[in-house]
């Protein structure tokens, strides 16, 4: 069971075309999420989760779309081992944010 605020790991990221068009961007297998809601999908009775970093497409009554729990697990930080280097992790946001920056052609 997952609860506001908790660390999950994505462990699928595989997605049907449809499925994939849900969501902005994808969970990707392997990095760590922080929940930010819980709830039970009515139709299948599942389990689902919204995380931080995701966004759901709306749908039935304007709500966000959530991703099935099962698509993540509870993060334990010693057994995956997150006392990483945090120089590390600033490294790869860096890079990232790179990648999203726009050149403003010149006037």
């Known amino acids: 069971m997952f609860r ?12 049907d075309v449809e499925t994939a068009s849900y969501f902005s961007p994808l969970p ?8 930010r809601a819980v709830g039970k999908d009515v139709v299948l ?25 099962t698509r993540f697990r509870k993060l334990d930080d010693d057994k995956d081992g997150l006392s990483v280097d945090l120089e590390k ?6 890079v990232d944010t790179r990648l999203h920056v726009r050149a403003v052609p010149e006037v």
């Open 4 to 15: 506001v605020g908790d660390k999950v790991i994505c462990v699928d990221d595989v997605f």
């Open 28 to 35: 990707k297998r392997g990095l760590v999420y922080c929940v």
């Open 45 to 69: 009775g599942s389990l689902v989760i919204w995380v931080s970093g995701i966004v759901g497409r709306a749908y039935i009554g304007g709500r966000e779309r959530p991703l099935r729990a």
């Open 89 to 94: 992790i600033q490294t790869v946001l860096t």
